[in-house]
Nanobody
Framework: QVQLVESGGGLVQTGGSLKLSCAAS????????MGWFRQAPGKEREFVAA????????YSSDSVKGRFTISRDNAKNMVYLQMNSLKPEDTAIYYC?????????????????WGQGTQVSVSS
């Protein structure tokens, strides 16, 4: 059983940056592929980025490509989402998720464990 705790959300102006962190505990972190998803008010949860167990494979959605970067530190049991050039449409609750396989996925139901989320708000 893996527990995930996100942090680093907040309010930022358009064009600003935030770095989200996700701390994992209760399992062998290196066994899990990790993903970031987000959900805006009134919208379905959507894929943001994912990273394989080793960190060698990265996926990101077209809407954040070139602006957001996912990374992980297996020694610290951490996964990160660096968000640059933020836009108002990036406003959402951001969730960290883990799946106990090597391969990344863009599909939320492929993930086994979820954090509680952290709010990101981008003002225009």
């Amino acid at each position: 059983q893996v527990q995930l705790v996100e942090s680093g959300g907040g309010l930022v102006q358009t064009g600003g940056s935030l770095k989200l962190s996700c701390a994992a505990s209760g399992g062998t972190f290196g066994n899990y592929a990790m993903g970031w998803f987000r959900q805006a008010p009134g919208k379905e949860r959507e894929f943001v980025a994912a990273i394989s167990r080793s960190g060698g494979t990265l996926y990101s959605s077209d809407s954040v490509k070139g602006r957001f970067t996912i990374s992980r530190d297996n020694a610290k049991n951490m996964v990160y989402l660096q968000m640059n050039s933020l836009k108002p449409e990036d406003t959402a609750i951001y969730y960290c998720a883990a799946r106990m396989v090597a391969f990344v996925s863009r599909i939320d139901w492929d993930y086994d464990y979820w954090g509680q989320g952290t709010q990101v708000s981008v003002s225009s």
